[in-house]
């Protein structure tokens, strides 16, 4: 049977937690942990999914709501061919080396500075909820004799075993230490 335990976490950290999860189960980590482990973690991780879906709810509609404001209409916005880049911000290029753009809109050099204020706003906004923090009942393990017991050539990363720690039942003892 498994020991329960209230915790607390930031909604930043449920987030985390729940994003992680996804990747961990998808790559079919979580066949390396114990059954009991295995269940428990995804029922805590049900718990705190909702917390974490209410957070990215209310990221996207304060953004929303900026952006609606900005390109829904010419008063603030104008249509233009965006540059396109790729994920380290570098123009991208087609075969014969012009730069390759999308259909999109601007927001208006006039209005920029305000704009560039009420994302400001709405990231400092995003940031205060973030770091809230609520009680989770969840099902807890021995985290230590866990990983004392893991195989040399376990799947487990180490970002797998820290992201474990919420669910450890020594959690707060080893943060003393």
């Known amino acids: 049977m498994s020991k329960t335990k209230t915790i607390k976490l930031m909604n930043i950290e449920t987030l985390n937690i729940a994003a992680w999860y996804?990747?961990?189960s998808e790559k079919k980590r979580n066949k390396e942990l114990p059954v009991?482990?295995?269940f428990d973690l995804q029922r805590n991780?049900?718990?705190l999914t909702?917390?974490?879906q209410n957070?990215?709810?209310?990221?996207?509609?304060?953004?929303?709501d900026i952006q609606d404001e900005y390109f829904k209409n010419d008063e603030k916005s104008y249509?233009?061919?965006?540059?396109?880049?790729?994920?380290?911000?570098n123009v991208i290029l087609d075969d014969k080396g012009n730069k390759v753009t999308?259909?999109?809109?601007?927001?208006k050099e006039e209005f920029i500075a305000e704009y560039q204020g009420k994302l400001s706003d709405a990231d400092e906004k995003y940031r205060e909820v973030a770091i809230d923090t609520d009680e989770y009942l969840i099902k807890v393990f021995d985290l230590d004799a866990f990983v004392d017991g893991l195989a040399d050539d376990t799947?487990?990363?180490?970002?797998?075993?820290?992201?474990?720690?919420?669910?450890?039942?020594?959690?707060?003892?080893?943060?003393?230490?």
Not at 58 to 64: C, D, G, P, V
Not at 102 to 107: D, F, L, Q, S, Y
Not at 155 to 177: G, P, Q, V, W, Y
Request: aromatic letters at 4%; zero cysteines.
């Open 36 to 38: 009991r482990v295995q």
């Open 155 to 177: 799947k487990l990363e180490l970002d797998d075993l820290n992201m474990l720690s919420f669910m450890d039942a020594h959690r707060e003892e080893n943060e003393e230490e």
């Open 22 to 24: 996804k990747d961990f």
């Open 45 to 47: 991780v049900t718990k």
């Open 102 to 107: 999308e259909k999109g809109r601007k927001v």
């Open 79 to 89: 249509d233009a061919d965006i540059e396109k880049t790729d994920s380290d911000g």
């Open 50 to 52: 909702e917390a974490a």
């Open 55 to 64: 957070l990215e709810k209310f990221k996207n509609e304060l953004l929303q």
